[in-house]
């Protein structure tokens, strides 16, 4: 099992930043790959941003392509995405979630936490 907690979600103005966090606890060794989601109102969720966790690899959808960017801390088994040039088109939950090495999908999500951008 792993634990997943999301943080750094808010009301921002179009244009500024900010830094989810997700920090992972439980079985970590296990973590083959992270990824944000995002769904915004009256939409299916969406993959966002995505790294292997070995860092070797990264995915970003054409939407957030030079604005977001994905990392981890190696020491901390915690998952950022720092979000750049915000626009209205940004808001809604954005969810963290982790592959274990064999599974098949995202298995384990944490709570989620509200980005809301203001034009």
């Known amino acids: 099992q792993v634990q997943l907690v999301e943080s750094g979600g808010g009301l921002v103005q179009a244009g500024d930043s900010l830094r989810l966090s997700c920090a992972a606890s439980?079985?970590?060794?296990?973590?083959?790959?992270m990824a944000w989601f995002r769904q915004a109102p009256s939409k299916e969720r969406e993959l966002i941003s995505s790294?292997?966790?070995?860092?070797?690899?990264?995915y970003y959808v054409d939407s957030v392509k030079g604005r977001f960017t994905i990392s981890r801390s190696y020491a901390g088994n915690t998952g950022y995405l720092q979000m750049s040039s915000l626009q209205p088109e940004d808001t809604g939950v954005y969810y963290c979630?982790?592959?274990?090495?064999?599974?098949?999908?995202?298995?384990?999500w944490g709570q989620g936490t509200q980005v809301t951008v203001s034009s």
């Open positions: 979630g982790v592959q274990l090495v064999g599974g098949s999908d995202y298995g384990y």
């Open positions: 439980g079985r970590t060794f296990s973590i083959y790959a």
């Open positions: 790294i292997r966790w070995n860092g070797r690899s990264t």
